[in-house]
């Protein structure tokens, strides 16, 4: 096999081995840092010597069994062999080359590198960068260019992290008990965010970035494999497939911004959908969960006029007694002004604008200025799209709002 070839083959079964190798890894070493390097000796490895002995019949079996023998290897030259014994608590000697698994078939170890990458102890941005680093295969080049700043500050968070870990002696473990549920917020959180990251992108010129929401989809499919009896996590994969299904129609051609009510319906991927189904039916009742169940109502409708407004509103208002913000409630205004008129989400609007979280958040005058056109108050709502332009970060937003601002100045 030539050696373009071959490294084409390394790479492609590393991106795809990677979470597994260091979590397996990592279970042994008890620190997802060093775990990393050895997973990345096992891919230099594997593309000094595929090259000319041929890419072996279990890829993923052979790159697993070389970083953990060579994990092996650290830990009998920094430790004794009892004393290592006894923590692990099985032989090292006699560790087997493990078999590939099957693509569903997801092991603890899996578990355990998600909830330690996720780890409260670390800030949400070094949490989300650690994860798309360890568990989605990113590099640190993938992951600044995603986020939009620069490739040092990433590296430096992602280091950062892993020391962090390490010396805060955070096991490498799935907790249990009553740590259980406020480690799993952590992680359901920061897939959540890397969602909706590329979902709406809030800086850039991009509105959506596809890839950032297929890893996050990813994640939260594998988590609800490993989590099957946690109805929440359920709650946000229905969520994340529900919304998935929308993205090929939340843009035009050229890259513009369409609007839910523009959206052409058929573009919408219909096992996504079937996929959000069923997940919502192994969903719970927590903020995920009711978030799902408000996309499955935009899901269902065929055509926009027939989405149930006054369902979504009420569930709004459940989401809002769940976890109340400004920002679920500015939704909510939406949803009750589709169900009951502009007048009276208006009023819910009005209501928000002393919210000082809500200073410079740019939906918070485009919803304003939307209600205020339907009202035709045509002259407010201009100055209020013009001012959520000013507010926006993403560059395709800020067009299409001052487009919109545009149209309001000009009707009669």
Not at 146 to 174: D, M, N
Not at 179 to 198: K, T
Request: glycine content about 6%; some cysteine; proline content about 6%.
């Amino acid at each position: 096999m030539d050696g373009e070839r071959a490294a084409e083959s390394v790479e492609t079964v590393f991106r795809i081995e990677s979470a597994r190798i260091i979590a397996g890894v990592a279970r042994i070493v008890r620190d997802v840092g060093i775990a990393e390097e050895l997973a990345q000796d096992a891919l230099v490895a594997a593309l000094e010597q595929w090259p000319e002995s041929g890419v072996p019949e279990k890829p993923g079996a052979w790159l697993m069994a070389t970083a953990k023998h060579r994990a092996i290897d650290l830990v009998r030259r920094k430790e004794t062999y009892a004393r290592k014994l006894a923590e692990v608590g099985r032989s090292l000697e006699d560790v087997p080359p493990p078999e590939p698994a099957a693509a569903d078939d997801i092991d603890d170890d899996l578990l355990r590198l998600i909830f330690t990458a996720c780890h409260p102890v670390l800030s949400t941005e070094a949490r989300t960068a650690l994860t798309l680093r360890l568990l989605g295969g990113l590099t640190t080049e993938e992951i600044a260019r995603a986020f939009l700043v620069s490739e040092p500050t990433v590296g430096q968070r992602i280091v950062r992290a892993k020391r962090a870990l390490a010396k805060a002696g955070v096991p490498f473990e799935v907790p249990y008990g009553a740590d259980r549920s406020a480690r799993l917020s952590s992680v359901l959180e920061v897939i959540y965010l890397i969602f909706n990251e590329g979902y709406s992108a809030t800086a850039g010129d991009d509105l959506v970035r596809p890839a950032l929401c297929e890893d996050a989809l990813r994640l939260a499919r594998v988590l609800a494999g490993l989590m099957p009896d946690e109805p929440e996590v359920h709650g946000l994969a229905a969520l994340l497939e529900f919304q998935s299904s929308r993205i090929a129609a939340r843009t035009g051609p050229g890259g513009e911004p369409v609007l839910l009510a523009d959206q052409n319906r058929a573009r919408w991927n219909r096992l996504l959908i079937r996929r959000g189904e069923q997940a919502l039916l192994r969903a719970g009742t927590g903020p995920y969960s009711v978030q799902a169940a408000i996309a499955a109502c935009h899901a269902r409708a065929v055509r926009y006029d027939e989405t149930d407004w006054a369902v979504i509103a009420k569930l709004y208002e459940r989401l809002a007694a769940l976890t109340p913000s400004p920002v679920v409630e500015l939704n909510r205004a939406v949803a009750v002004a589709m169900a009951r008129g502009p007048a009276a989400g208006l009023e819910l609007v009005n209501a928000l604008a002393g919210e000082p979280a809500m200073k410079n958040y740019h939906l918070l005058p485009s919803v304003r200025a939307d209600l205020l056109e339907r009202l035709d108050r045509r002259e407010e709502a201009r100055a209020e799209f013009e001012r959520a332009a000013g507010l926006a970060r993403n560059a395709r937003e800020r067009e299409l709002l001052l487009a919109r601002a545009a149209r309001a100045a000009a009707a009669p």
